[in-house]
C-alpha cells in the first residue's frame, strides 16, 4: 500500500480475478462449458492457444491497452506472472476449470509450462498488434499516463 495523491491510501496490489468454472461431469468423463457474458465476463471475439512450448521458454513480455482475457490451461500447467507496474503476482494455472481473467493495462509473462501443456486463452478483440506494447519502459509509461496500474 501506497499514499495515493487524493490522500486515500491507494493499494498498489496486483488484483487477480479467477474462476472455477462448472465441471458436468458423469461417468463418461467431464465437461466444461464457456458462454461470452455468462461464465466469460465478455463478448468474445477471439480464441487462441499455444502448445509444444520448449523446456525453459517464456512467453508474453508485454501488455495490452484494451485488450481483455481468460487464460485457461487445458491441459498440463504453466505459470502466469502479472505486473501493474508496482507489484507482481503468479498464479499457476494447473487444472481446465481454472480460469484467469487478465486485463489489459497487466504486463504479462507465461513461464513453467509443463511438457504437455495447451493454454487457450479467449479474447474479447480480433488480434491487433497496435493494441501490444512490447517494451517495459513504454508500458511503465503507459501506466504513469493512464493512471491505469490494476
Ligand atoms: C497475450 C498472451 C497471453 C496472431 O497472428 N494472431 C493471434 O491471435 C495471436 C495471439 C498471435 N499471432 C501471431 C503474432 C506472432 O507472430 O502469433 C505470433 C506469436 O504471438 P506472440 O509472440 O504475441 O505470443 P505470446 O505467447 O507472447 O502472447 C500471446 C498473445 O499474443 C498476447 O495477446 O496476452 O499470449
New binding site residues.
Given amino acids: 500500500m501506497e499514499q495515493g495523491r487524493s490522500g486515500n491510501r491507494k493499494d498498489t496490489r496486483v488484483e487477480i480475478t479467477t474462476f472455477d468454472f462448472e465441471e458436468h461431469g458423469d461417468e463418461r468423463g467431464i465437461l466444461i462449458s464457456l458462454e461470452e457474458n455468462k461464465n466469460i465476463p465478455f463478448t468474445l471475439r ?1 480464441c ?1 492457444f ?1 502448445y509444444n512450448t520448449q523446456p525453459g521458454v517464456s ?4 501488455a ?1 491497452k484494451t ?1 481483455r ?1 481468460v ?1 485457461i490451461c487445458v491441459r498440463g500447467q504453466c505459470r502466469i506472472i502479472l505486473d501493474n507496474g508496482r507489484e507482481k503476482a503468479e498464479v499457476l494455472l494447473d487444472r481446465p476449470n481454472k480460469g484467469l481473467y ?1 486485463s489489459s493495462n497487466i504486463w ?1 509473462v ?1 513461464t513453467d509450462f509443463s511438457e504437455d501443456a495447451v493454454l487457450m ?1 479467449l479474447a474479447d478483440q480480433l ?1 491487433d498488434e497496435a493494441d ?1 506494447i512490447r517494451n517495459y519502459d513504454d508500458f511503465l509509461a503507459w501506466v504513469r499516463e493512464t493512471g491505469e496500474e490494476a
Fill in positions: 477471439r487462441y499455444m512467453r508474453g513480455f508485454h495490452h485488450l482475457q487464460l487478465l504479462r507465461m486463452v488480434y501490444y
